[in-house]
C-alpha cells in the first residue's frame, strides 16, 4: 500500500496552508479533523474513534498524533518519517483518569511550542473539548487561537489529481445509482436493494474499487421521502411510490455526490410538474455556476425557477466536496443558498442537490460539478429525468 498522490501534491498542498498559517500569526496548527490530515499528508485508517491529531509547523513537520496501534498506518499511508509519526501509549486509551491529550501535551511542550501562537479547530467532530481540556492543561503558556477551517477553505480549490480522482469517483457513483435504478422493483425489500448498491460502491470498476462513502447511502420511499434523510430499513417498496435516491462513489476518500428519482408506476401529474422544475432549477445552476460568481447568485438562479412553478425549497442547494470520512461528505466552506456573499473559485467541486421534501412524498435531483474556467462540468453522467418503472 501507498499513499495515494505523489509527495509533491501533498507537499504543495503543506505550503498553502503554511502560507494562511504565517498570513495569521500562527506557529503551529492543531487538526482534528481525518478529512483534513488525510488531506494534508494522506494517512488513511479507521482510527478516528479514539483521539487522533495532527500538528502542523511551519518548516518541520507535520506530525502525526495517535494511538500506537494505528501508527503503522502512518507509515505505509504517508510520506512522513519515523520522527514524523508520533504514537501514544495504549494504556492512554479510554481512560477515565487520564487522557492521551496529557500525553500528547507533554510531546508538544518539548518538541518547542510551549509558549506558541497554536491554532485549533473548535468545530470538529473529533477533536472533543475532553481533549481540548487536556491540552489546554498541559500547555498552560500556549496562546491558543481559533483556527476552524482554516484546512478546508484551502482545501476548496482542488489540483489535477484531486480532478481527475473525482472523475474517478463519478464513475463509480453512475455504477451505484444504475444499480439502484434496474433494483428498484415493487416487492423488493430497501435493505436488500442497498445491500447491492454499497457493494458496487466498494466494487467500483474493473480498473479501480471504490471506498466507502462518507455520507451512509441514502433510500427515501414513500412517506419517508417528506424528509432529507432517512435510513434504509427491511419494508418492501411499493407500487406507486416515488423513491429518491441520494447515492455516490468513493475514490481515495475523495467523494462525489449523486441523487436521482424512481417512481413505481404511472406518475402523478404533480410529479411530473415538480420534476420539470427541478430539472429546469439545475440547468439554471449550472448555467450560472462558474468562477468569481457569488454562490447568493447561483442560488438566485434556481430560486427564479422555483418562483415561477410556486414551488418553496427552504434548504440551501449545495455545498463544496472532496476529501471525507464519515459523518460527511462537505467541506463546510462553500454553500449555496440566499445572499451568500462568497465568491465561487475555479477549481471547486461542489455538490448541487435540489432535494423537495413534499407532504407525504420527495424527490431529489444532485450532481456534482467541477468549476471550470468558463463555466462548470458535470462530474457524472446519468440521465436526470425521473426514472418510471411500469409495476
Not at 494534508?40 to 487522533?52: K, R
Not at 476552524?148 to 472523475?167: G, P
Not at 457493494?199 to 447511502?217: N, V
Amino acid at each position: 500500500m501507498a499513499p495515494a498522490f505523489l509527495k509533491a501534491e501533498y507537499d504543495e498542498r503543506l505550503r498553502r496552508v503554511r502560507e494562511v498559517m504565517r498570513a495569521r500569526g500562527l506557529d503551529a496548527l492543531i487538526l482534528g479533523d481525518p478529512s483534513n490530515i488525510n488531506w494534508l499528508c494522506g494517512y488513511d485508517a479507521w482510527s478516528f474513534y479514539t483521539p487522533q491529531m495532527m500538528l502542523v509547523d511551519l518548516d518541520r513537520g507535520p506530525f502525526w498524533l495517535g494511538r500506537e496501534m494505528d501508527a503503522g498506518a502512518a507509515r505505509f499511508t504517508t510520506y512522513l518519517t519515523p520522527e514524523q509519526i508520533i504514537p501514544y501509549p495504549e494504556t492512554l486509551v479510554q481512560r477515565a483518569d487520564t487522557h492521551p491529550a496529557a500525553f500528547l501535551a507533554i510531546w508538544i511542550a518539548e518538541a518547542g511550542f510551549a509558549s506558541a501562537k497554536v491554532g485549533y479547530e473548535s468545530d470538529v467532530y473529533y477533536l472533543s473539548p475532553r481533549a481540548l481540556e487536556y491540552l489546554r492543561d498541559g500547555l498552560p503558556k500556549v496562546e491558543w487561537i481559533d483556527a476552524d477551517l482554516l484546512v478546508n477553505w484551502v482545501r476548496l480549490i482542488k489540483s489535477e489529481a484531486e480532478i481527475a480522482t473525482m472523475r474517478e469517483a463519478a464513475r463509480i457513483a453512475e455504477i451505484a445509482m444504475q444499480t439502484a435504478w434496474d433494483g428498484a422493483r415493487p416487492g423488493v425489500r430497501q435493505c436488500d436493494l442497498m445491500a447491492d448498491v454499497v457493494a458496487a460502491q466498494i466494487r467500483g470498476t474493473a480498473e479501480f474499487g471504490g471506498d466507502q462513502t462518507a455520507i451512509h447511502p441514502l433510500i427515501l420511499a414513500g412517506e419517508a421521502a417528506s424528509t432529507a434523510h432517512p435510513m434504509w430499513n427491511e419494508s418492501p417498496l411499493e407500487a406507486s411510490q416515488t423513491v429518491a435516491f441520494e447515492l455516490g462513489g468513493c475514490r481515495k476518500r475523495y467523494n462525489v455526490g449523486l441523487a436521482r428519482t424512481v417512481h413505481l408506476g404511472k406518475p402523478s401529474q404533480l410529479l411530473v410538474d415538480t420534476a420539470k422544475a427541478v430539472e429546469e432549477g439545475m440547468n439554471a445552476v449550472m448555467d450560472a455556476l462558474r468562477p468569481d460568481v457569488l454562490a447568493g447568485d447561483v442560488h438566485a438562479a434556481w430560486q427564479k425557477v422555483l418562483d415561477r412553478y410556486g414551488l418553496e425549497k427552504k434548504s440551501r442547494i449545495g455545498y463544496s466536496i472532496g476529501a471525507a470520512y464519515a459523518p460527511d461528505w462537505g467541506e463546510h466552506t462553500l454553500s449555496f443558498r440566499p445572499c451568500e456573499a462568497v465568491l465561487v473559485p475555479e477549481n471547486a467541486v461542489v455538490h448541487i442537490i435540489l432535494g423537495m421534501w413534499m407532504d407525504g412524498w420527495g424527490m431529489e435531483l444532485s450532481e456534482t460539478l467541477h468549476v471550470t474556467r468558463s463555466g462548470c462540468d458535470r462530474l457524472a453522467n446519468f440521465p436526470q429525468h425521473v426514472h418510471l418503472v411500469q409495476s
